[in-house]
């Protein structure tokens, strides 16, 4: 039986247990929640910490200052392209690798998992793949924002330890023999039962795609290729084109206000996208962590 | 000849049953060997002065005088001495913070709320790494920002957090906290979700108090969970985040924020130096791989953990 100084202790430490998860819990979803209402408020509510919990007045000369804006649009509608056909090609490199990986009898398993392996720990570095990229041919184009970042390793493992453990080695030795190969085995049985890793793949990749932006700045030179990322980092952190933004505005202060806005907007904007998939899936996300974990 | 006849055989065998699954790796094979194995090749001109007109194969050899070139520049200790604070700080403050987390959520009964501070944990690390460094910069700012301005209501003078050397690794490792400690949090979940239950039914039998339990069965439990993941910390050591380094990093605070990353990126993109900078990378790497097999290999004897 619980003593009373153990029941008591028991108490503190629910409350206390509480209250920390209470107060980390406000830390990361305030700046959040921070950065939502201060896109609509005044800029000089903001500036002189007016605003806390609620927008101060309406303001959306900084969604409709981004609306207006060409080259956002463009570098928008390359991260879609870009994460659209880059995750397509992840998820059948990854599913068509993962599969041999993870049957057991494959003669060539081990040395193949090495050969995987070894890239996790000793790459060529920065200048030899910039090199390579350039005389491939692939440098300035978006064929490298897709090949480049075609499989990663992390991603097959979780992939070949979900199919190992979720179709039963019977199945394939049932199926074959009736006469089924691999490649029918493959495509008409794993890929059907394999939705939910599928789905954990999809997000995996397709975030990494969407908030890609080291390949951009290495391997991207016209402005017109640009991903999102890239154009935001001028907007966010180098604070450039947000001048060129507002031509028509007059006075230096008008432009600085504007440009506050436009910075909280485009954070909005560029983010949404990702955090509405987000609460919905986050079984998915989390599942995937899970599968990595189990070794072997 | 008999022995040779039999691997013939074997492989003549291992290749009518196994060639569709050959087939179905051909492509990743491809792929590695292009974009990872091919640019191994390239890591010669760490040995050479690469000439673009020559190329990689003609370039002249000159031996290890671009690692001389590195040891004895006056950039060199610097640069380390950042690396290493700046990565150990982060482990230093970052790798518990996860277990915690973990450890309180495990404690939790109130299981709606639970979800809900996970949801809220995880969402963070979806924030790319630029529009996070945009809110630092946003939050941050010495005139606008909401820290400096409760700062002042404080009645304390405001700080350039992002100009100040000394404020950078400090800024790195707690962003990089906020960003990530509620994902890495899931692995440790996970490994307390796997405690066999017996544990706490005979812990409660014996009258323990919470405290007890997580002294004597929780954190014992996740052990072997967070040495696997120390040791993969360790391998990333001098690899630590060139993204939010580089983007953190200006004129002011570059005393602090230049790490090898970030000096490699600069010496080889945009000096053109491309020698130098596959010579600092490849020390780099090499030295990566040294921590992360003495790790492992002291983890191995110290306990049965271990990566391989």
Known sequence: MKSIFNRNADTIFDIVNISLLVLVTFLVLYPLYFIVIASFSEPDAINTGKVFLFPVGFNTTGYSRIFAEPSIWTAYKNTILYTTFGTCINIILTMSFAYPLSRKEFFARKFLTFFMMFTM????????????????????????????????????????????????????????IDGCSHFTFFFKVVFPLSQTIIAVLVLYYGVAHWNEFMNGLIYLRDESLYPLQLVLRGILIQNQAAADMMGDVESFLEQQRAAELIKYGLIIVSTLPVLLIYPFLQKYFAKGVMMGSVKG | MKKRQHIVRTLQKNWIRDWQLLVLCLLPIIYYIVFHYLPMYGVQIAFKNYVAALGITGSPWVGFRQFERFFNSYQFWPLIRNTLSLSISQLIFGFPIPILLAIMLNQLKQYRFKKFVQTV????????????????????SPRSGLVN???????????????????????????????????????????????????????????????????????????????????????????????????????????????????????GLIDAQFSYSAAIGLFNNVINILLLVSVNRIAQRTSEHSLW
């Not at chain 2, 963070?124 to 946003?138: A, D, E, N, Q, R």
């Open chain 1, 121 to 176: 720990y000793f790459s060529g570095g920065l200048i030899p793949t910039y090199l390579l990229m350039r005389s491939l041919g692939l440098y300035n184009t978006p064929y490298v924002m897709v090949l480049l970042p075609a499989l990663n390793v992390f991603n097959v493992i979780i992939a070949k330890t979900n199919i190992k453990n979720s179709i039963p080695e019977e199945l394939f030795e049932a199926a074959s």
């Open chain 2, 121 to 140: 944990t995880y969402c963070p690390h979806f924030i790319s790494i630029i529009v996070l460094t945009g809110m630092l910069y946003i939050f941050l």
């Open chain 2, 149 to 267: 301005i409760i700062l002042k209501a404080l009645g304390k003078d405001s700080i350039f957090f992002l100009g100040d050397p000394s404020w950078f690794r400090p800024v790195f490792v707690l962003s990089g906290i906020w960003q990530n400690a509620g994902w890495n949090a899931i692995i440790y979940i996970a490994a307390l979700a796997s405690i066999s239950p017996d544990l706490y039914e005979a812990a409660k039998i014996d009258g323990a108090s919470k405290f007890q339990i997580v002294r004597h069965i929780d954190i014992p439990g996740i052990i072997p969970t967070a040495v696997m993941m120390f040791i993969l910390e360790i391998g990333k050591i001098m690899n630590i985040g060139f993204q939010k380094a580089y983007l953190m990093q200006n004129g002011l605070n570059i005393s602090a924020s230049e790490i090898i990353p970030t000096y490699i990126y600069k010496i």
